[in-house]
């Protein structure tokens, strides 16, 4: 099933959590709502499950509206990040409940219940728990389980609020594989939200960057970290080093001193220069007005990384860059910085 | 030499422990201030009860008098157990699960009942039914009995109780927070399926140790009751009003007879609200962590 979100607005007092967001989910879709928090990301999801409401905007499915249908009847698969396992059932009966409750006239019979609920314990493949409390399951046990409640519904699509985020690392990583395949196997429109990059980028196939109630940049992984569209995004995604510099008509200038790069045509005012640390390379000075003076230099196994003093007329910026081993830096030395890849943003007002 | 050190009879195995001799006197103390104020006058309830026997116990318990009180106490109970429950259930149903303004004065509101002395409590209701009082005439008007009739004590009574039930639950309610509940709804389940299979069970140890004290005070109202109803003999004595008027009467082995009763009702309160109180520790470790 398909999701349109379109200009949804949603305050808490004066807080605007959401401020006009639009968002087109396709069909199969696994997607990432990446943001940090307060960024609005799972106010969006709550909405789109109908566990919140918009103070204005419309969200469709499959283009009807969804707005005026209840949570229950909107076939949604919701797992929550505490997992929310109704505490005084055993797990057989919490995968069970979405279909105990269902209309008498399209229940299905007690034998129907046991046998779908078996098929789902194998899916996620916990079915000799299948008598336990949660209350004796592990963090990554709830989780699956979580999971399978949701699935009971044959959900049209699943939302997963945070999904991993309160495991441990190892089982994290897991469950990101298992997650990723699932959602190959069943093919359910999906969408989960994140604070972890790492865990956008890797499982999902399309990630929407959020923040500030507003969303900033959709793209595939690759596409998010490789040509991030704002500042936010180049920041929150990937080590970047940031430097604040001045744009005048596309000449950019870092304090007095103009530098070798361009950017956009017409562009002018305070700006940032984005560069990733791996792009950034040690040159001889003179090359282009970008240096700094050498602060502290540390080696590890095949890595040299020194922090890097650059001045400019809004203070100085420390930056942290990798040296191959072979080039050797003395704490003091003034050396020449070269961008290979670079952005620039101009600052908000 | 490590010899010696260990030689060293060690008086105190654990440093956070006290002496000995410190431990003995702060238990040594609490029994007997246990056994002087509440083991001995739960003694002497008794031994006055059964002082001529255990025929003249009986027969005091089956005097027309005694049954009516022992009747009314529990028709009493009944209904305002059966108002603060729902009452109760719903008040902290609204604090716990909803955002509101005027949460915190509803709070202090319907803890109430618990600050005001109970005899005021009563006195209330007098200025407010009272021949004399605001909507006395009214319903003199229209022939209705509320004061020093069943109507008043149970209202009364109700009002004494109310914080009971809803204070058992308010805590527990907001600790376990709404995610089942949205959980239930997004599974497809109606208002009231939520209401049955998941909030209920959830709070059903916490509702019946409120119920339980809620009784164990309804059955033992005395200030307010005293003050509402009139204490016509045979039909607005509740027990503990019965209690005073025999023991002012000299009549030792009736009075304690039905304090007897309001004893043992003390005494079973306390075993089932151990048992409550174990089954709510188990019931409350939260599924999350």
């Known amino acids: 099933m398909s999701i349109e979100v379109r200009n949804i607005v949603k305050k808490f007092g004066d807080f605007a959590a959401l401020d006009h967001v639009d968002l087109t989910v396709p069909h199969g879709e696994l997607m990432a709502l990446l943001g940090p928090s307060g960024s609005g990301k799972t106010t969006l999801l709550r909405i789109i499950a109908g566990l919140d409401w918009p103070d204005s905007g419309e969200v469709a499915f499959d283009g009807e509206n969804a707005l005026s249908r209840a949570p229950g009847e909107r076939s949604v698969g919701f797992v929550f990040q505490h997992y929310a396992l109704f505490r005084h059932m055993t797990v057989f009966e919490n995968v069970a409940f979405g279909l105990r409750v269902q209309p008498r006239s399209v229940r299905k019979d007690e034998a129907a219940i046991r046998a779908r609920v078996k098929e789902l314990l194998d899916l996620v493949q916990l079915d000799w728990l299948s008598s336990r409390y949660p209350s004796q399951l592990s963090g990554g046990q709830r989780q699956r389980i979580a999971l399978a409640r949701a699935l009971a519904i044959e959900p049209r699509v699943l939302l997963l609020d945070e999904p991993f985020g309160a495991l441990d690392a190892k089982v994290r990583k897991e469950l990101r594989t298992w997650l990723r395949s699932l959602h190959e196997e069943i093919n359910v429109t999906s969408i989960f939200v994140t604070h972890d990059q790492e865990e956008a980028l890797e499982v999902a196939n399309s990630v929407v960057v959020m923040d500030k109630g507003h969303i900033e940049q959709i793209g595939t992984p690759s596409d998010v970290y490789d040509n991030p569209q704002t500042a936010f995004v180049h920041g929150f995604i990937g080590e970047s080093i940031v430097l604040p510099v001045e744009v005048d008509d596309g000449r950019v200038r870092l304090g007095d001193t103009p530098l070798n790069i361009a950017a956009e045509r017409g562009s002018s005012g305070p700006s940032k220069l984005f560069v990733r640390r791996h792009d950034m390379q040690i040159s001889p000075c003179g090359w282009g007005g970008l240096e700094g003076t050498v602060r502290r230099v540390r080696t590890f196994g095949p890595i040299q990384r020194a922090d890097i003093v650059v001045s400019g007329n809004r203070g100085e910026t420390i930056i942290e860059i990798d040296v191959p081993r072979d080039r050797e830096l003395r704490d003091g030395e003034v050396v020449g910085l070269q961008p290979r890849r670079y952005r620039i943003f101009a600052d908000r007002i | ?289």
């Open chain 2, 1 to 289: 030499m490590p010899e010696t050190a260990i030689a060293v009879p060690l008086e105190r195995t654990d440093a956070r422990s006290e002496p000995r001799w410190v431990r003995g006197l702060l238990i040594g103390f609490t029994i007997l201030f246990l056994t002087v104020f509440i083991v001995l006058p739960l003694v002497i309830v008794f031994a006055e009860a059964f002082a001529r026997g255990a025929h003249a116990y009986l027969a005091a318990l089956a005097d027309p008098e005694a049954l009516s009180a022992i009747k009314l106490t529990l028709i009493v109970a009944v209904i305002s157990v059966g108002l603060n429950l729902v009452f109760g259930l719903v008040a902290a149903w609204a604090i716990a699960k909803f955002e509101f303004p005027g949460k915190t004065l509803l709070i202090s509101l319907v803890d109430l009942p618990f600050s005001v002395s109970p005899v005021i409590s009563g006195l209330v209701f007098v200025l407010l039914f009272g021949a004399q009082g605001f909507l006395g005439p009214w319903l003199q008007d229209h022939d209705i009995q509320l004061l020093f009739a069943l109507p008043g004590i149970a209202l009364a009574t109700t009002f004494v109780t109310f914080p009971f039930v809803s204070r058992a639950l308010i805590p527990l309610m907001q600790e376990q927070g709404t995610a089942e509940e949205e959980a239930a709804l997004s599974l497809g389940a109606s208002g009231l399926q939520t209401f049955f299979r998941v909030t209920l069970p959830n709070i059903k140890w916490g509702l019946l140790y409120g119920v339980l004290l809620c009784n164990a005070r309804a059955m033992g109202e005395f200030g307010a009751v005293s003050v509402v109803s009139g204490h016509i003999r045979g039909e607005t004595n509740t027990m503990p009003l019965l209690v005073e008027i025999l023991y002012n009467e000299y009549q030792f082995v009736s009075a304690f007879a039905i304090a007897s009763l309001l004893a043992l009702l003390a005494l079973v309160t306390l075993v089932a609200k151990t048992i409550l109180e174990r089954h709510l520790d188990e019931g409350q470790r939260p599924s999350e962590h």
